[in-house]
């Protein structure tokens, strides 16, 4: 008898360890932002740490202001305290790599957002289809202009993003650039995602002996740039102009008639996915594969992607009105 009640103690004390042990606390997620610069990145933040603290999860955030060297340092730094995830905005998509590496070696899952890190064992990738961007930019264009001169500003050549940019782009003028109703008379990538390098390029298309009719760009910051120079030479809203991430300044620029159309990338749907995938993956929790893959040059990483949407006078109350990205009475 003595002998049954000393079982049943161990039983109960086996089975509260456990308990104990997989109850432990809640998930510890790192997030490693490369700037918060820009309205659109403090809404990625936001967005992200709002969902992660409603599933009871903690969130600590670093910041690298743009400096890739202090990003893989506050890796390091996160990974020290024990996070369980990292979700991971890089500056260099391919020094970045470090960081994954680090991570694997401590068996902590990384999250790549927005911003693909190549040549690792990336765990996942949350984003938006950027080849669809650019295909989405490009059309949207070539149904205002169908025949004229295009130049591209396409964005910093140590994003990913910006080839795939490309990539959208050239799918649907390519066809028209060869049937001669395009002129490609500009296609460069910058150095930055900075306004000023919109500015400095534009200023160099307006140089060219060809006027422009179309300037398609990397993003709503560097099309800022792209604005002031086209403003002073008197050509703003006369130059059709697209770019992306529909930023409440640019959205009241479209308003006026100062700029054709943005394109959404639905940024709380795609912060809340990755605090929930982030939440599973630190509970260890199985994740469903509905999801498609990418390579970055070592994998093929499971990647969860999300519809571009078109931003322009006809559109907005459709798109970041009703996404709650912003006010009507902001916009007007």
């Known amino acids: 008898m003595k002998y049954l009640c000393r079982n049943k103690i161990t039983l109960v004390i086996i089975v509260f360890l456990s308990f104990y042990a997989c109850d432990s606390g809640p998930v510890k997620v790192g997030l490693l932002m490369h700037d918060l610069k820009s309205e659109r990145w403090v809404k990625d933040k936001n967005f992200i740490t709002e969902r992660v603290e409603e599933l009871g999860g903690e969130l600590i955030l670093k910041v690298a202001n743009n400096d ?3 990003q893989n340092q506050q890796a390091l730094e996160l990974l020290q305290e024990d996070v369980d995830v990292l979700i991971v905005a890089s500056v260099d998509q391919n020094e970045s790599a470090k960081i994954v590496n680090t991570a694997n070696e401590k068996e902590v899952k990384v999250i790549a957002y927005d911003r693909l890190i190549k040549d690792c064992l990336l765990d996942y990738y949350v984003a938006v289809d950027g080849t669809r961007v650019g295909e989405m930019q490009a059309e949207y264009m070539t149904t205002l202009v169908p025949q004229g001169n295009y130049a591209l500003i396409l964005g910093d050549k140590k994003d990913n993003n910006s080839m795939l940019l490309f990539l959208g782009q050239m799918n649907v003028l390519q066809s028209k650039v060869e049937s001669g109703d395009i002129r490609m008379i500009y296609s460069e990538f910058t150095d930055s995602w900075k306004k000023e390098q919109g500015y400095a390029h534009t200023k160099e298309i307006l140089s060219l002996k060809d006027s422009v009719d179309v300037i398609i760009c990397g993003s709503d910051e560097l099309v800022v ?6 403003e002073e030479a008197n050509l703003l809203g006369k130059v059709k102009v697209i770019s992306q991430d529909a930023e409440l300044h640019i959205v009241q620029q479209i308003v006026k008639g100062n700029q054709a159309a943005s394109i959404y990338k639905p940024v709380k749907q795609m ?14 929790k199985e994740i469903k594969k509905d999801y498609t893959t990418v390579s970055n040059g070592k994998r093929l990483v499971p990647t969860f992607q999300l519809e571009p949407m078109l931003v322009n006078e006809n559109t907005i109350s459709s798109t970041v009105i009703a996404e709650g990205y912003h006010r009507s009475e902001d916009i007007y």
């Open 68 to 70: 890739q060297q202090v």
């Open 225 to 230: 740039g792209v604005n002031e120079a086209l």
């Open 271 to 284: 912060g809340y996915k990755a605090a929930e995938l982030a939440i599973d993956l630190g509970k260890g």
